[in-house]
């Protein structure tokens, strides 16, 4: 991965008020059967791609002047379908899960013998060193310090992956990292950030076209 952007001249503006859209990438085979899928680079599913669409007609009235994408194709590929022409941010990749790449939580919970989640307990190394999720938060809070002043020129939006997009909430949020792990996202939603009454908000989350039934498993 490519260093991290520099810091920028100036502190971030307050209360911007342009609305800041998160948008999850597409369904994919690792994703639909709640594997964890941090670097390796599969694509979205025939489903993920009408998904990816759906996405691109929630967002089509947003004045974008900043696009971003994780570099992996199931967000590159999310992001042409929605219609959004999108750059390239490294810093958007999805959380490195080391040893349990690739791998349902249930099965670790199986081998582990306890009720393991990667926000509560983290991850081991494998053939990639793996990530805490303050590092991922550092990741994330770094990408928004490019994000909140474009924020005040317009729309931004960012395509991505379920957990990095859920800590980068939680970091914009002003909370804890590890609050990411009560807010759920689905493959191919939308979720709207922004400003309230000078607070950072949740304007709206986990949109797709259908209401969730239960949470996400990856």
Same mark, same amino acid.
């Not at 590929?77 to 690739?102: C, F, K, N, V």
């Not at 960012?158 to 493959?187: E, K, M, N, W, Y």
């Given at each position: 991965?490519?260093?991290?952007?520099?810091?920028?001249?100036?502190?971030?503006?307050?209360?911007?008020?342009?609305?800041?859209?998160?948008?999850?990438?597409?369904?994919?085979?690792?994703?639909?059967?709640?594997?964890?899928?941090?670097?390796?680079?599969?694509?979205?599913?025939?489903?993920?791609?009408?998904?990816?669409?759906?996405?691109?007609?929630?967002?089509?009235?947003?004045?974008?002047?900043?696009?971003?994408?994780?570099?992996?194709?199931?967000?590159?590929?999310?992001?042409?379908?929605?219609?959004?022409?999108?750059?390239?941010?490294?810093?958007?990749?999805?959380?490195?899960?080391?040893?349990?790449?690739?791998?349902?939580?249930?099965?670790?919970?199986?081998?582990?013998?306890?009720?393991?989640?990667?926000?509560?307990?983290?991850?081991?190394?494998?053939?990639?060193?793996?990530?805490?999720?303050?590092?991922?938060?550092?990741?994330?809070? #770094?990408? &928004? *310090?490019? $994000?909140?002043?474009?924020? +005040?020129?317009?729309?931004? !939006?960012? /395509?991505?992956?379920?957990?990095?997009? #859920?800590? &980068? *909430?939680? $970091?914009?949020?002003?909370? +804890?990292?590890?609050?990411? !792990?009560? /807010?759920?996202?689905?493959?191919?939603?939308?979720?709207?950030?922004?400003?309230?009454?000078?607070?950072?908000?949740?304007?709206?989350?986990?949109?797709?076209?259908?209401?969730?039934?239960?949470?996400?498993?990856?």
């Amino acid at each position: 991965m490519d260093a991290p952007d520099p810091l920028p001249d100036r502190p971030a503006p307050d209360n911007p008020q342009g609305k800041l859209v998160l948008l999850r990438h597409g369904e994919t085979e690792w994703s639909r059967t709640g594997r964890h899928t941090g670097r390796t680079d599969i694509p979205l599913t025939a489903h993920g791609e009408e998904l990816a669409r759906a996405a691109g007609a929630l967002v089509r009235d947003f004045d974008f002047g900043l696009i971003l994408s994780s570099p992996l194709q199931r967000a590159r590929r999310t992001a042409e379908l929605a219609g959004l022409d999108a750059e390239i941010d490294p810093l958007l990749i999805e959380w490195d899960y080391g040893g349990y790449e690739g791998r349902a939580t249930k099965e670790i919970r199986a081998e582990l013998g306890y009720d393991w989640t990667a926000f509560a307990h983290g991850v081991i190394r494998g053939d990639t060193p793996g990530e805490t999720v303050e590092e991922v938060a550092a990741r994330a809070s #770094r990408v &928004l *310090t490019r $994000v909140l002043p474009a924020m +005040a020129e317009g729309d931004v !939006a960012l /395509i991505a992956h379920g957990h990095c997009l #859920r800590i &980068l *909430t939680a $970091v914009f949020l002003r909370q +804890a990292p590890r609050f990411a !792990a009560q /807010i759920s996202l689905d493959a191919g939603s939308v979720s709207v950030l922004g400003f309230s009454r000078e607070q950072p908000a949740i304007l709206a989350w986990n949109h797709g076209p259908e209401l969730p039934q239960k949470p996400s498993e990856s």
